[in-house]
């Protein structure tokens, strides 16, 4: 791409149309984005903003339309046609190789290093992009010895070194602390400033407000607004997005909490690769409370939710529920001593695609009257009828949009499939609501909406255990707040008792309450 003026239109979509069965995804999408500026692109879950992103990085091919790139009409059948014209996209979710270096990853496909890989030289272009645009890794380090943050920079270098003009971040700040989210602001305005473009893909209203210049704002596969960042306010683009007013506001009450429902003690676990991932970390959650758990993915969270709900062995510890022994118990039993899951893994955990709406509500309780009547030992037969029955008083009550109860769960949109592990898991009396990560990913309507749900689960007398990459909802739902740091509780506290700034040094290790200090905050 040649050298361009600030304000200059370098990529322009003009009509573009995608249909899937069943969906217009873009319908008629105009857009322009312009040297020297960021463009955030705004819109609910199942608005077209990622299937417009994935048409133009060459991943979908439009039914109908055109795009332009330095005013000449284009034709990308491919990333790798994208990336010849100067695009370049980081994915939510990284595109790397955990057992290969920094320097490996970011030229991995280059040709331009020989046959046998010339080091040296790589090393040297690296350092030089390294100054030009701000951001530094160690070369020589693995990506899985990396935070979320540098693996972040690693996927913006490969981009870069590619030759990317244009780049296009999905949702790039949704596993970073507060201090990373601000240094890649910072890198964003740099790479402005050169003359870069950026669109740039959130849920977060408040981040559009603080790095975007202009704003595009989807709908229903349709762009219903395009404001410059000045016109613009929070309630404004939430209604904009929703097409109703939304409150910012988590109607919540002081929190009676009861007894302790879940204690956890000096528990130990290992990761699927063979290394410690909790080390002997002691909580509890009590009723009518909702305990938070805060801290940048990847510092053991993942494997803590799992043996609590009986997917993974610890190595050491104790968990009990309602005094109860439960450590190590499978996840069936784990289910009928009355703890629920909302996992993070919505599709891989959460449900069965292929299965009906209403087959997916009563996965857990199937066995039960009135779902199935007892015939013979070992043989139930189930009542389509009652599972009907009940199946749309959930769809009513948690607001599933499905055009039945009998459509295939893998066709809802990513909000409804959370609402219908949220009405299946809420709705079968469990104790124990762990959620994991329950709006990562989801649009503001959505967001609010889940939220309430599990205020409303507190106050009804349940307790909540919530890990959440997003601090913002951590401490805005939370009663009690621990700090996850490689494994360990690095700070507790309750909400308005620490400053954000300080909160983000306890999720990067670089603070660490004492231990007795800690474990007496539980008490």
Known sequence: MSEVAPGQVVLEVRGIVKRFPGVVANDHVDLQVRAGEVLALLGENGAGKTTLMNIIYGLYTPDEGEIYVMGRRVHIRGPKDAISLGIGMVHQHFMQVEELTVLENIILGLREFGIILDTEKAKRMLEEAFQRYGLRVDPDAYIWQLSAGEKQRVEIMKALFR?????ILDEP????????????????RKFVEGGMAVIFITHKLQEVMEVADRIVVMRRGKVVGRLMREEATIPQLARLMVGREVLFRIEKGEARPGEVVLRVEGLRAMSDKGVEAVKGITFSVRKGEIVGVAGVAGNGQKELVEVLYGLRRPTAGRVTLFGKDVTGEPTHRIIKFGISLIPEERVTMGIV???????????????????????????????????????????????????????????????????????????????????DQPTAGLDVGATEFIRNLLVKARDSGNAVFLVSGDLSEVLSLSDRVMVMYEGEITAVFRPGELPIEEIGLYMLGAKKMPKEEVERFWE
């Open 163 to 167: 030759g990317a003009k244009i780049l």
């Open 173 to 188: 700040t949704s596993v970073l602390t507060p201090q990373e989210t601000k240094e890649l602001f910072k890198t964003l």
């Open 353 to 435: 695609p292929t299965f009906s709406v209403a087959d997916n509500l009563i996965l857990e309780i199937v066995d039960r009257e009135p779902f199935s009547q007892k015939v013979f030992d070992g043989l139930r037969k189930l009542s389509f009828e009652n599972i009907e029955k009940y199946a749309e008083e959930l769809i009513r009550k948690f607001d599933i949009r499905t055009p039945s109860s009998k459509t295939k769960a893998g066709y809802l949109s990513g909000g409804n499939i959370q609402k219908l592990i949220l009405a299946r898991e809420l709705s079968r009396g469990a104790y124990l609501i762990i959620a």
